[in-house]
């Protein structure tokens, strides 16, 4: 499976800032994803990141809010804009397996904390 | 996303036990259900995947899938203290999206 990597791992931002997260992946990838796990929770999807168009949001999230790039097959980057304390999760790329398999892989995360 | 339950945790077993865990959906049109494994602080890694009816092995996990009464199931043989994490139930759709369930912990008693 594909190496995948976020940064930053985590971070404590201040309520009204925005954070950006970025996953790079070491092989291209047709498809990329966006997860939230809020404490204590499951996942959640956010989006997929599609190249080379907008990112297509599931129920409840928003472009303003979490706005999507995805420049190109390996890398992806999701900002939380205008942050408050709800927005405290860890948020995970993953991205579908080789050969457009059904499997996700997931990278490691990065824990945000908003104060 | 689509509705994924999970039998209620948490889950305690001795070590060198089965442990077992349960996951029903609601779409009968899925076709793809997976398992993964999160230790605490961790991302989840990907432990099995089963596409077909029937049982699937590898190592000391196998998977059951009954689509006619819409279950997947993950069975751990001979439990071990390593094995202790949450185990998520995802269904898969022909979009790749994933939908989780709630998560059992489980937890492997030396």
């Known amino acids: 499976s594909a190496v995948i990597s976020q940064k930053p791992s985590r971070d404590i931002c201040q309520r009204g800032t925005s954070l950006t997260i970025q996953c790079q992946v070491d092989s291209q990838v047709t498809m990329m994803f966006w997860y939230r796990q809020q404490p204590g929770q499951s996942l959640t999807l956010i989006a997929t990141?599609?190249?080379?168009?907008?990112?297509?949001?599931e129920s409840g999230f928003v472009i303003d809010k979490f706005p999507i790039s995805r420049p190109n097959l390996t890398f992806s980057t999701l900002t939380v804009s205008n942050m408050s304390p709800e927005d405290s999760s860890i948020y995970l790329c993953s991205v579908a397996g080789q050969d457009m398999s059904y499997e996700q892989y997931f990278g490691p995360g990065t824990r945000l904390t908003v104060t | 996303q689509k509705e994924v339950e999970q039998n209620s945790g948490p889950l305690s077993v001795p070590e060198g036990a089965i442990a077992s865990l349960n996951c029903t959906y609601s779409d009968r049109g899925s076709q793809s259900f997976f398992w993964y494994r999160q230790y605490s602080g961790k991302s989840p890694e990907l432990i099995m995947f089963?596409?077909?009816?029937g049982d699937k092995e590898d190592g000391r996990f196998t998977a059951q899938l009954n689509k006619a009464s819409q279950y997947v199931s993950l069975l751990i043989r001979d439990s071990q203290p390593s094995d202790s994490a949450t185990y998520l139930c995802?269904?898969?759709?022909?979009?790749?999206?994933?939908?989780f369930g709630a998560g059992t912990t489980v937890t492997v008693r030396a």
């Open positions: 089963i596409y077909s009816n």
């Open positions: 995802a269904l898969g759709s022909n979009d790749y999206k994933l939908s």
């Open positions: 990141a599609n190249q080379g168009s907008e990112a297509t949001y």
